[in-house]
């Protein structure tokens, strides 16, 4: 099993994923996490120091959406945005 390092935000809480109405306001860079291997948000992660590849994820009821597998100076992003997220972060190890 890989080796899984969760980073788990409460999206309302953070204010990094809220919604205006129908308008969905995510994460600018300068809201992003602070994280193991770099800096992760609702819909990506930047891997800036790690030698192995991670990847970000997204989960909103059951259903969960994953980025790209990213390597060193490599980002990870998901290609879905989702509406009612209730957790994300990075997969390490993958």
Request: glycine share 14%; proline share 0%.
């Amino acid at each position: 099993m890989k080796n899984r390092i969760l980073a788990l935000g409460l999206t309302a809480g953070l204010g990094v994923f809220g919604s205006i109405g129908s308008t969905i306001v995510t994460a600018s860079d300068a809201e992003a996490l602070s994280g193991i291997c770099g800096q992760y948000s609702t819909f990506s992660a930047t891997n800036s120091s790690c030698d192995y590849r991670i990847m970000s994820f997204s989960t909103a009821g059951k259903s969960t959406v994953y980025g790209n597998a990213a390597g060193k100076g490599k980002k990870s992003t998901q290609m879905t945005c989702m509406a009612g997220i209730t957790n994300y972060g990075v997969l390490h190890r993958v």
